[in-house]
């Protein structure tokens, strides 16, 4: 089955008692048992839950895996992957990150006895480099946050794989409607499902998808021993968002598209960085390994942190907000919010700078997107 068919049908048949076409919200926290220890398969909804299973069900087959794992947040289930690893284990991360992943790793660096080492996974000289030391993962975003670079997934695992080490890979920006990380050899894929999955801004969870039966087993019981699981409710949510991935995620490219050539066209505007636009320096790997270019773009203003005051007081239709991936347009200043915690001197060095914005463009009208952003520009 195609894509859109999966996402609607996938783990979902209709409930085999009543016949409902939408999973039940299972909202008891116990289940009786016939005896100690026989029970109809669900003891204590941490443990696992009907309508959560459902759920992880659907995700491992959209993502091409074998075990699914919902969590109560994309931090939730890192911090539960993290688990996986014994004190002093290193973990090789890309460069460019979320400013909450960044921040675990760094607490998990001093607290528990983590190595990171962050490295370039644009090209496979640094990765190749940082790979001839032991290491237990490899962990990247592609395409990264903010700055939406991309690296040759096929190639990262054939490089780790061959190191002896496990490769995990945020899709969340991607989605498995444009990009499936398995079918080229991750072992791990991690979801924010408050993002796309979700895609309406009204629910906090995330997800991991495991290909190996033995690791899957592993973090499956680190699903229940760490407990950050989400409620029956927000899985159902998550379901539901689910099945409309697949449009949405086009509508989302469209939108894309049509901000980031008004932005690329504005002398205002010192730098773009979309996959989608021929100037990407990846834009031949995007169309290689994506089915799409996403909803998600950055840009850099020239007149640095004044011109992005007046940019943003000049949207009408963007809201200046945390997060992304749900059907409202939403724009975020990477360095005093989602990156904040990332020091000034490593933000600047990563290219994160004060001009920089981050756009996620929701399914509204493109033009009237295009529209909102060049008239805010004529006023930075």
Not at 94 to 102: E, K, N
Not at 104 to 123: A, I, K, N, P, S
Not at 189 to 206: A, E, F, N, P, Q
């Amino acid at each position: 089955m195609r894509f859109r068919t999966r996402a609607i049908h996938a783990g979902q048949p209709p409930d085999p008692l009543t016949g409902a076409v939408n999973v039940p919200v299972y909202l008891s926290s116990t289940f009786a048992q016939s005896a100690p220890n026989r029970t109809k398969g669900y003891v204590y909804s941490r443990s696992g839950n009907p309508t959560r299973a459902v759920l992880e069900r659907a995700l491992a087959e959209v993502e091409g895996g074998r075990t699914g794992l919902a969590f109560s947040s994309g931090l939730g289930a890192l911090a539960t992957l993290l688990e996986h690893f014994p004190s002093k284990s290193r973990i090789v991360a890309i460069d460019d990150l979320y400013g909450g992943t960044w921040r675990l790793f760094e607490h998990h660096q001093r607290q528990f006895g983590l190595e990171f080492d962050y490295v370039d996974m644009t090209r496979t000289e640094p990765l190749a480099r940082a790979l001839e030391r032991p290491a237990a993962m490899v962990y990247l975003e592609s395409p990264t946050n903010p700055l939406m670079r991309l690296a040759d997934l096929t190639r990262v695992a054939r490089l780790a794989h061959r190191a002896g080490a496990l490769v995990a890979v945020d899709n969340t920006f991607a989605t498995p409607a444009l990009q499936r990380p398995i079918e080229r050899g991750a072992d791990v894929v991690l979801h924010s499902t408050t993002k796309y999955l979700g895609g309406h801004s009204d629910v906090i969870g995330g997800a991991l998808i495991v290909q190996d039966r033995e690791l899957g087993e592993r973090l499956l019981w680190l699903q229940n021993a760490v407990g950050a699981v989400p409620s029956p409710f927000d899985c159902f949510l998550v379901l539901r968002g689910l099945k409309t991935l697949g449009i949405r995620m086009d509508a989302h490219t469209e939108s894309a598209r049509a901000v980031a050539e008004v932005l690329a066209g504005s002398r205002k505007v010192s730098e773009v960085h979309y996959p989608g636009l021929t100037s990407h320096p990846q834009h031949a790997l995007a169309r290689r390994q994506m089915d799409g270019y996403g909803g998600m773009l950055s840009a850099s203003l020239s007149g640095g942190f004044p011109a992005v005051r007046r940019f943003l007081k000049a949207l009408e239709v963007f809201t200046l907000a945390e997060s992304l991936g749900g059907v409202e347009s939403l724009i975020d200043h990477p360095a005093k919010m989602t990156h904040a915690s990332v020091p000034r001197a490593e933000r600047v060095a990563r290219g994160i700078s004060d001009g920089l914005l981050r756009f996620s463009c929701g399914i509204e009208d493109p033009a009237d997107l295009a529209d909102d952003v060049r008239r805010a520009l004529s006023r930075a």
